[in-house]
């Protein structure tokens, strides 16, 4: 069985930082690249940065700079180092395998003015 985890969100102030972090299942993890998704109320799920097997990055334009997401190989995890954090940052931000059907649960992540 598929298992995605995320966790590490919460209310920060503007310029804050946060880390997530998502625990996946082994298999799915060696298999996929991994990406962070985001979705604010009325508004669609938006990929935000993705990491492949090999380690390649990539980052919608609005987080570039900010942003930084990172695989753990040993602990069959994803981070994304969040800083400079803006209130329109603010969303559930979910891992997600691309290509794949599966989706973590999704944590908040709020962040105020």
């Known amino acids: 069985q598929v298992q995605l985890v995320e966790s590490g969100g919460g209310l920060v102030e503007s310029g804050g930082s946060l880390r997530l972090s998502c625990a996946a299942s082994?298999?799915?993890?060696?298999?996929?690249?991994m990406g962070w998704y985001r979705q604010a109320p009325g508004k669609v799920r938006e990929l935000v940065a993705s990491i492949t097997t090999g380690g390649s990055t990539d980052y919608a334009d609005s987080v570039k700079g900010r942003f930084t997401i990172s695989r753990d190989t040993a602990k069959n995890t994803v981070y994304l180092q969040m800083r400079s954090l803006k209130p329109e940052d603010t969303a559930v931000y979910y891992c997600?395998?691309?290509?794949?059907?599966?989706w973590g649960q999704g944590t908040q992540v709020t962040v105020s003015s």
């Open positions: 997600h395998p691309l290509a794949t059907i599966y």
């Open positions: 082994g298999s799915i993890f060696r298999a996929n690249t």
